[in-house]
């Protein structure tokens, strides 16, 4: 009898079974058991539990059997098995742990939502699936809007995982990663919360920190600029580890970095520059001259007694000449200086308000006509006789604002056109941005040709090509050409004493040259995004800059070692104009949502916000002699008076009027009067209502003139220019 027994459906396993029928010629169907799933198995042991009266174990195995799938695993509810929709909740999970946190760690902790929001929506377009990536853009970009607007609006172009390898933010973001300082508390509680809650999310956004941040746990207190730790470390001068302080990625807009925060305390020179020994002796004699032939009136200083009063000597708080070189003074620097010191000592004074009655200050408003918005800057010139514009179509255009000719020394050919009152500089190969003429001053009366002429000979200009050209205002050609930005440059400015001059532009640097020098002697190198408005010092030793797009800061840069010495946070919009005040003590910066924002230079502090100008940019700011007036221009086509010294009152956020037409926006007495301010359409419908803060001391609008220059002249005059825009 042979030991080996035939195997069948009823010996062994069935795949045994399932092969000898195969070997055999494959009689018969498979039995069923084969294809028994386990939901089938477990009815049957449960059936043959209830059978043999184990009720216990019978619903257990129920219990135990509704978590499991269709292969008899445990089922785990993770947010992972949600598919795209796990980025969303995981976000939902962390928004809701971080707002309801401690004050104390609010700050810090809502630093993580940005770079989480980013990884989110570029993982979900890399793996494909758009539309989903557009649902979570539209369900959690708007807390983001209010300071990352410009990177939202390049987001928001990336549609296909090709886009994120054609993008260069989406590069920077995917190929470095996000660097995030926290306190060692803080991180802790991160770190817990989101192990606690893996299943609910937690998991997903460990897995993006893991894999697109780097977060360093560092021993200093939470992040508060407002904090007990912030303001006793600037007390005493402590100074954190830059590695701790590090934020964020470089190229990539943060807000702002700790160590700006921090370190806004650097000691500033801010008294005027000494004028040289022998030019301030030069200038005493010629003043005793004028004294002699104009003795004062009866009460009034002479001009002696008032330069003596005014003289700029050497102090501790003043710059020193030797750490910024000028050129030896000439007899033109000596009538410049007399001129200065007569048109001070005569001119309309500003005193502060009193009573609530302003200052009565006449406006001079140049409108340009037949534009056809080409024009893309305005500037008028010290002694307030030449006005240039830049335009679009790549030229420069000089008048004289009282008519008369604008002679060139060079002779003039036979082709030549007869000199006129205006003068075309042609040269650039795009389109000028800014021009900025020679400091100069209006001369004495009735002085002949052996007196130095004090008009502007010089004239700069920028381009988007790229380049700054130097003019002379006395052949009407082109002298120099300044190459080495990296792409446009917005803006140009002469230094208050000549010479030098400041650019900005694409490549988000801040340059300085000199005039004999055709590179450039400071690179300023810290903005996150282009610059676009550049302002100097009154004493020449600091320059400002604003940046717009995500950066939305302003920096004070030192001329003599150009490190930056100040940052000043608070604008929510571009920057459209910077202006240091004649004391040097007061900066003002205006933006595109209608606010300015006044600085305490020494500080580096907020003094205060100014409300009144519409939307759409305030383009050009301008202080008194006396530094207690502001005049403003901008967008919304009005020019507007603020009153420096007056205090923001916190309990009065001002007067809010519609902005349904433009002389309606600048009615500001109509409610006092008893007049509600109606909309100037009419039956229109009502515009967006704008606040005007107390401080406003008066509006002029014009009909359809946007506002591209207003400036304070010497004597306290308001010039302004606009062009007309039907």
């Known amino acids: 009898m042979s030991s080996h027994q035939p195997q069948g459906p009823g010996n062994g396993p069935p795949s045994a079974g399932m092969g000898m029928q195969h070997q055999s010629g494959g009689q018969g169907p498979a039995p069923p058991a084969q294809n028994m799933s386990s939901q089938n198995l477990n009815q049957i042991v449960i059936e043959y539990l209830v059978k043999k009266g184990y009720n216990r174990t019978e619903q257990m195995l129920r219990q135990e059997s509704q978590n499991l799938d269709k292969e008899g695993k445990p089922i785990t509810e993770r947010v992972e098995d949600l598919g795209t929709a796990k980025y969303s909740k995981a976000f939902r999970l962390l928004t809701g742990w971080v707002e309801q946190n401690l004050d104390v760690y609010k700050y810090e902790l809502r630093r993580l939502l940005w770079p989480m929001f980013v990884y989110s929506y570029l993982q979900l377009i890399v793996d494909g699936f758009s539309s989903d990536g557009e649902n979570f853009f539209h369900d959690f970009s708007p807390p983001f809007e209010k300071v990352h607007q410009d990177e939202l609006q390049i987001l928001q172009t990336i549609k296909l995982p090709q886009h994120v390898l054609e993008n260069a933010t989406a590069q920077l973001y995917r190929n470095n990663k996000y660097r995030l300082p926290l306190n060692t508390h803080v991180y802790f509680n991160l770190i817990t919360f989101l192990e606690t809650n893996g299943k609910a999310g937690g998991t997903v956004i460990l897995g993006l920190l893991e894999t697109f941040c780097s977060i360093t746990a560092t021993t200093r207190g939470p992040i508060d600029q407002f904090s007990f730790e912030a303001i006793i470390k600037q007390s005493v001068g402590s100074n954190e580890n830059v590695a701790d302080l590090q934020e964020g990625i470089p190229g990539a807009f943060t807000g702002i970095t700790n160590r700006d925060i921090m370190n806004n305390n650097a000691i500033l020179r801010l008294g005027m520059m000494p004028l040289e020994p022998d030019l301030a002796n030069d200038v005493r004699a010629e003043l005793e001259d004028e004294d002699m032939k104009q003795p004062p009136e009866p009460g009034q200083s002479s001009y002696v007694e008032f330069f003596d009063q005014i003289k700029r000597e050497d102090s501790a708080d003043a710059p020193n000449r030797n750490e910024i070189p000028l050129p030896p003074s000439r007899a033109r620097d000596v009538v410049m200086e007399v001129q200065k010191i007569k048109e001070n000592r005569d001119r309309f004074k500003i005193e502060s308000r009193t009573g609530g009655i302003g200052p009565a200050v006449s406006i001079c408003m140049f409108t340009f006509h037949n534009t056809l918005d080409t024009i893309t800057s305005i500037e008028f010139s010290d002694d307030n006789n030449l006005v240039a514009v830049g335009t679009e179509e790549s030229y420069i255009r000089v008048w004289h604002l009282h008519g008369e000719i604008l002679e060139s020394a060079l002779q003039s050919g036979p082709n030549d056109p007869p000199p006129s009152s205006s003068r075309r500089l042609i040269g650039h190969s795009a389109s000028v941005y800014s021009v900025s003429f020679s400091p100069s001053i209006a001369g004495p009366e ?229 007049q509600p301010a109606a909309a100037a359409g009419g039956g229109k419908k009502k515009g967006k209502d704008t606040t005007i803060t107390p401080d406003q001391i008066s509006a002029f609008p014009t009909k359809k003139s946007p506002i591209y220059k207003v400036k304070f002249t010497r004597m306290n005059l308001i010039m302004a220019g606009g062009c007309y825009l039907p």
Request: proline share 3%; net charge negative.
């Open 446 to 674: 009735g002085a002949d040709d052996t007196v130095a002429s004090t008009a502007p000979k010089l004239l700069l200009s920028c381009s988007s090509d790229k380049t700054i050209r130097l003019w002379s205002l006395e052949t009407w050609t082109c002298l120099v050409v300044y190459k080495g930005h990296e792409g446009p440059v917005w803006n140009v400015r002469w230094s208050p004493f000549g010479h030098y001059f400041a650019t900005c532009g694409w490549d988000k640097t801040v340059r300085v040259w000199g005039q004999d020098h055709i590179s450039y002697l400071r690179m300023m190198i810290g903005h996150d995004s282009s610059v676009s408005q550049i302002a100097w010092h009154p004493n020449g030793a600091y320059v400002f800059s604003a940046s717009d797009q995500m950066d939305k800061s302003v920096r004070m840069w030192s001329f003599v070692t150009g490190d930056c010495v100040r940052v000043f946070t608070g604008h929510t919009d571009f920057i459209g104009a910077v202006e240091c005040s004649p004391s040097g003590k007061i900066l003002a910066s205006g933006d595109g949502a209608g606010n300015i924002i006044l600085w305490d230079l020494a500080k580096g502090t907020m003094i205060k916000r100014c409300k009144g100008h519409g939307k759409g940019g305030i383009w050009s700011l301008s202080f008194s002699v006396e530094s207690n007036v502001l005049v403003s221009g901008g967008a919304d086509g009005t020019v507007r008076l603020w009153d420096v010294e007056l205090p923001s009152d916190p309990f009065k956020d001002g007067e809010v009027i519609g902005t349904s037409g433009a002389t309606d926006a600048t009615r500001i007495g109509s409610q006092a009067s008893g």
